[in-house]
């Protein structure tokens, strides 16, 4: 059973960075064919695709974040993790990590991560 596990700060103030964590078990961030998603969703608003990390390592990132997104992993210790940079109160949201296992199929999420972005 593949399980998702996001971690990283509750709070965040403006212009800063926000550094997630998605650590990954059950399964392989190798496997073939498997696709790290990052996703969000602000309060009282649909959930909101940030990008993605490719099992080889590629990644593609949601181009409504104008750059401010970094996707990075860690083999070794099964992770992918999310960069976002000079954050905004528009950037409070809860954030998710989900696997895609085929085209558009979400077949495992993380529970999500509670983010805020405030003074």
């Known amino acids: 059973q593949v399980q998702l596990q996001e971690s990283g700060p509750d709070l965040v103030k403006p212009s800063q960075t926000l550094s997630l964590t998605c650590t990954v078990s059950?399964?392989?961030?190798?496997?073939?064919?498997?696709?790290y998603n990052w996703i969000r969703q602000p309060p009282g608003k649909g959930p909101e695709w940030i990008g993605n990390?490719?099992?080889?390592?590629?990644?593609v990132h949601n181009p409504s974040f104008k750059s401010r997104t970094t996707i990075s992993r860690d083999t070794s210790q099964n992770q992918v993790t999310l960069q976002l940079i000079s954050v905004t109160p528009e950037d409070t949201a809860v954030y998710y990590c989900?696997?895609?296992?085929?085209?558009?199929?979400?077949?495992?999420w993380g529970q999500g991560t509670q983010v805020t972005v405030s003074s």
């Open positions: 059950g399964g392989s961030i190798l496997t073939a064919n498997t696709f």
């Open positions: 989900a696997r895609e296992g085929g085209p558009y199929e979400y077949d495992y």
């Open positions: 990390m490719h099992y080889d390592g590629n990644t």
